[in-house]
């Protein structure tokens, strides 16, 4: 709702109504909250819009890592981006300068074209598009952001006790669609007992220690390589008891 009396807004500002604008493009705006129709022209506009670059740092860890891997194939990604880390951090100035020199070339060259696509552009289908790069950041956003922190080693989050039972349990269920499966693993914990429950809770506990001391090592890192807008908020301590799913 926001998303559309913003693109109203936007309308507006131009000194045009929804309609008028929308008229030689194929767009329905009928009012602040009605349905904007979005022409496929849009989607091969917003296709042909080059990627953002790589920070210095990400260049030089992806030209790295698979230099990592070839050498170390049994290393973990966090291990291996560990001691990138530790290269990129001792890598004498001049030479970070050759990463850091790319990354401003390849950020001027794409807003120049970010400007060229745009100049192309009439004010009806840059409203449109807005809309469109906004409705693909949102559905993207979240797949980008995790593909980068798998790249960084990032920890994965641990696992509640119920997870760690539908995890054991799910391979082992008998035959069926995954539906079928997936409720009958579920039956079977709501019906575990409570001493049966706690090998479970316990190992959940486990797994939130490893998380703490493999996040806060991660965090290190990444203060060091300049990445402070991947540390989290508040910081997260191991508790001693958690409620369980039940």
């Known amino acids: 709702m926001a998303l559309l009396r913003g693109v109203w807004g936007v309308l507006s500002t131009l000194g045009k109504s929804g309609a008028a604008l929308c008229a030689d ?17 849009f989607s091969s506009t917003l296709s042909s819009y080059p990627k953002k670059p790589m920070t210095s740092y990400v260049r030089f860890s992806k030209e790295q890592l698979p230099i990592f891997k070839a050498q170390n194939p049994d290393a973990k990604n966090s291990e291996l981006i560990k001691k990138i880390a530790e ?38 289908q ?39 039972y539908i995890s054991e349990r799910f391979q082992e269920a008998k035959d069926g669609s995954s539906q079928l499966k997936l409720k009958a693993v579920n039956e079977s914990w709501k019906n575990l007992s409570s001493s049966q429950k706690q090998v479970y809770i ?18 290190e890192q990444m203060v060091e390589v300049g990445r402070n807008d991947l540390l989290r908020r508040k910081m997260m301590k191991p508790q001693a008891k958690s409620t369980e799913k039940s």
């Open 126 to 164: 840059l409203v449109s598009l807005e809309k469109e790069i906004m409705q693909k950041r949102l559905k993207k956003k979240a797949i980008i952001k995790k593909r980068e922190l798998t790249m960084l080693g990032k920890p994965k989050r641990p696992r509640s006790a119920y997870n760690i």
């Open 87 to 124: 290269i990129w951090r001792e890598l004498p100035d001049a030479e970070k300068k050759i990463y850091e020199d790319a990354y401003k070339a390849d950020w001027q060259a794409y807003k120049e074209e970010i400007n060229r696509i745009q100049e192309q552009l009439t004010p009806s």
């Open 202 to 219: 316990q190992l959940a506990e486990d797994d939130k220690i490893r998380y703490y001391n493999e996040i806060k090592s991660w965090e």
């Open 25 to 41: 493009c194929g767009s329905r705006l009928r009012s602040p909250f009605s349905f904007v129709y979005v022409p496929r022209w």
